[in-house]
């Protein structure tokens, strides 16, 4: 216990956050593909979209939904317990989740939330933001957090598989070359920003299934689009920092927010979301709802959602 419809997508609930550009509304760029973008937010109020909800057709499964509306496989699994994610049913009522509660820390350059599987790029006019979904690596093969930078990219990535990654191949019958030429048996897909540090990527894909989940060997994954119009617009020497913060905090007025993933390990953590609310309550006379602190902990939806208010003076 803590303690002290239709197919075209639509706003619900009590959320004030405009849209500017989910994957049917604005184009990052030239190019057709899952980015929104958004206004840059007042640092006081950092929230970005709101929640909207369509309704699924009987063809349709979760992982479909996801590469339709630019978000992964696993934030939309989790934005909706209780529904088969391989047959949701024909006029079954979907979320999407797409309003975030910015990460902490700098509005510069890419972050990389991984719990979160999304990529925010804060453009460097800083008037607005784009964000992706992503893929990360599998837990034997973990994207490492830390500070770095793109430093360059490459068309058409020739993949040079690590031992590992081999040995592994080799005893599902699948033997790896080498080198893996570009093409549709390349993991890396048509484009790779390369990172500052050793072996690590930001690329596309040949499995899109495989964005909003871990699955890789450590390099971030995009949706084929999604690589393609970042690759055109992020310039070499943008900073690039991965972090893991899996439970997200903010004052909205005087309403504090939260929104909660499941960590690294698929788990709820109770300690993250009681710490997180200390910290952003310090110093406040505030009331907090700990019973539905409790809730979105142990859900841990992704949702963002109101947690308490300012205790007004008598």
């Known amino acids: 216990m803590l303690g002290n419809g239709t197919n075209t997508p639509v706003a619900f609930g009590r959320h004030t956050g405009a849209v500017w550009g989910l ?58 317990p209780g ?60 994207t490492p957090q830390t500070d770095t930078k793109i430093v360059g990219r490459v068309r058409d990535p020739t993949w040079y598989p690590g031992e590992s990654a081999r040995k592994e191949y080799a005893a599902e019958g699948r033997p790896l070359p080498p080198a893996v030429p570009a093409g549709p048996d390349n993991p890396m897909g048509s484009m790779a920003l390369v990172l500052g540090i050793k072996s690590y990527f930001i690329h596309g894909t040949n499995k899109p299934f495989g964005v909003g989940q871990q699955a890789s060997f450590g390099c971030v994954r995009l949706y084929p689009d999604d690589i393609e119009n970042l690759a055109a617009n992020v310039p070499n020497g943008t900073r690039v920092r991965i972090v893991d913060e899996p439970v997200k905090v903010a004052w909205l007025d005087d309403e504090l927010f939260m929104e909660v993933h499941k960590d690294l390990n698929e788990q709820a953590n109770l300690q993250a979301v009681f710490d997180a609310i200390q910290n952003a309550i310090a110093g406040r006379s505030t009331d907090v709802d700990w019973q539905r602190a409790e809730e979105m902990a142990r859900d841990a939806t992704g949702v963002p959602g109101p947690v308490g208010l300012v205790r007004l003076a008598n």
């Open 23 to 80: 994957c049917l509304a604005l184009a990052f760029g030239t190019v057709a593909a899952h980015a929104a973008r958004y206004p840059m937010p007042d640092p006081s109020a950092p929230r970005i979209g709101e929640i909207l909800v369509t309704n699924s057709k009987y063809e349709d499964s979760l992982a479909k939904l996801a590469q339709r509306y630019g978000v992964g496989y696993r934030e939309l699994v989790d934005a909706n």
């Open 83 to 142: 529904i088969d994610p391989w047959i949701p049913g024909e006029g079954t009522r979907i979320v999407l989740p797409t309003e975030y509660l910015l990460p902490s820390g700098p509005r510069d350059g890419i972050v990389l939330n991984l719990p979160e599987y999304r990529l925010y790029y804060f453009l460097p006019n800083g008037a607005e933001i784009v964000t992706f979904p992503i893929g990360i690596g599998r837990s034997s093969y973990p």
